[in-house]
């Protein structure tokens, strides 16, 4: 349980993948001006990151070393493929939305770093504890900046008016630019209030 706990607390705090190890950063700018897109895009990367990690931990010692990189941008493939096609079935309108960014899970460095990083090297349900938590910690951060973006941007959370009828939406936060501020901000104040409190104890 200690060990498990210690992961948990890596992956959605002390190491987070935006927060600490700015990985994952182009979906993070990408899709976060919509709440409901960016959740199920979260979704789609927790679940990759936890069943690749558990595949490549599964067959990690059949695998020639010089051809392991391959083998684990495949496994995550198979899993990017699969999430496409729920969504395009049952989601149609979300899979639209988010375009070509599904595919390109595919390329999100968090998914790579921890097959590369903890897969190789553990056990299977270790491993995919490991991939779940990195994804919460990928949707923890995703979901504060969607919905502070959203919100000014639009006024409205998942789609639902909540801003008073004279609010003026903020034009700058429906793109992309200003995923980097919202983000830079949660990065100083993460910084500043949890790692410096871990420093003091």
């Known amino acids: 349980m200690n060990r498990v706990f210690e992961i948990t607390k890596k992956n959605i705090l002390t190491e987070n993948q935006i927060l600490v190890q700015i990985l994952g950063i182009c979906s993070t700018l990408a899709v976060t001006n919509n709440l409901r897109n960016t959740l199920i895009m979260a979704i789609g990367v927790t679940l990759v990151t936890g069943f690749s990690n558990l595949t490549v931990s599964l067959i990690k010692d059949y695998i020639p070393r010089k051809i392991r990189m391959m ?24 899979s639209k939305a988010l375009g070509p960014y599904v595919g390109l899970i595919i390329t999100n460095c968090i998914i790579m770093g921890r097959t590369e990083a903890f897969a190789q090297s553990n056990t299977p349900l270790i491993s995919f504890l490991d991939g779940l938590t990195a ?3 990928y949707t923890f951060v995703l979901i504060i900046v969607a919905f502070v973006r959203e919100l000014l941007g639009f006024g409205t959370i998942f789609d639902l008016k909540v801003m008073p009828a004279n609010f003026v939406p903020v034009t700058i936060m429906v793109m ?3 995923a980097f501020f919202v983000v830079a901000i949660l990065m100083w104040i993460f910084k500043s209030a949890v790692l410096k409190g871990g420093e003091k104890k």
Do not use: C, Q
Request: charge should be negative.
């Open 176 to 178: 992309a630019p200003s």
């Open 71 to 94: 083998m684990e941008t495949l496994i995550i493939s198979f899993y990017v493929i699969i999430v496409d096609i729920i969504l395009r079935a049952y989601l149609p309108e979300v």
């Open 135 to 137: 994804g919460l910690g």
